[in-house]
């Protein structure tokens, strides 16, 4: 069973150009999560979908960047006209479907550079 | 209120020795305590995790201490490796919402020297 899979794994970028990043969860899983990890920091939620749904996005910033996951295929997380400060990792992770008490699966993550 | 504040930034321990890394949380309505180890390029694994209605946690060399009412916690690293050099978060999160909003701390770097 393959786990989280992220690509690309890294992605440069000039300011103004857009970013799409994409997550496949693990074989079974439902529920996709989004975390931002600047730099010497530690991860911050951005936001929580299960199949075609937004479940939480308290943690998106409200300009220039949107989720989804569709029906089928990957997680998408873009950032439009990207900006230096945008320059950072992006981790998605996966768990199963039911109770919040699943572990959430990690992928390796795409750091993202903005030039 | 939703932070995690985690101490030290970064740590240096002899092998065969004991590493110690401390959390602190404002919100009491957090009722789940993981930690997490994360490699260079790689994405966050979980390691141990703890709920508030015990004291102490304990997997193999790793074991969480949890003080409920000075909202801390910590994480202690056994007979400590050079396989254990990585950076460790602390997290917490509310699960009665019914998904694992995760708070993370802002990680220590481990060195364990041989």
């Known amino acids: 069973n393959a786990g989280v899979m992220q690509n690309p794994r890294h992605l440069v970028r000039r300011r103004g150009q857009e970013a799409r990043l994409r997550c496949s969860p693990m074989?079974?899983?439902?529920?996709v999560y989004w975390y931002r990890q600047l730099p010497e920091e530690g991860l911050k939620f951005m936001v929580y979908?299960?199949?075609?749904?937004?479940?939480?996005e308290s943690g998106m910033p409200k300009e220039r960047f949107s989720a989804e996951f569709p029906k089928e295929g990957p997680s998408i997380l873009r950032i439009q006209q990207v900006v230096r400060g945008d320059s950072a990792a992006y981790f998605c992770?996966?768990?199963?479907?039911?109770?919040?008490?699943?572990?959430?699966?990690f992928g390796p993550g795409t750091r993202l550079t903005v030039t | 209120q939703q932070q995690v504040k985690q101490s030290p930034q970064s740590l240096i321990v002899q092998k065969g020795g004991i590493s110690i890394i401390n959390c602190a949380y404002e919100?009491?309505?957090?009722?789940?305590f993981p930690w997490y180890q994360q490699f260079p390029g790689k994405g966050p694994a979980l390691l141990i995790a703890?709920?508030?209605?015990?004291s102490e946690k304990k997997e193999g060399r790793f074991t969480i201490s949890f003080n409920k009412s000075a909202k801390q916690f910590s994480l202690h690293i056994m007979d400590s490796q050079p396989g254990d050099s990585a950076t460790y978060f602390c997290?917490?999160?509310?699960?009665?919402?019914?998904?694992?909003?995760?708070?993370f701390g802002t990680g220590t770097r481990l060195l364990v020297s041989p």
């Open positions: 992770a996966s768990s199963p479907p039911g109770l919040a008490d699943y572990e959430q699966y």
């Open positions: 074989k079974g899983h439902s529920h």
């Open positions: 979908l299960q199949k075609e749904n937004i479940i939480d």
């Open positions: 919100n009491t309505a957090f009722d789940y």
């Open positions: 703890i709920r508030p209605d015990v």
């Open positions: 997290a917490a999160t509310l699960r009665n919402t019914g998904f694992q909003k995760l708070v």
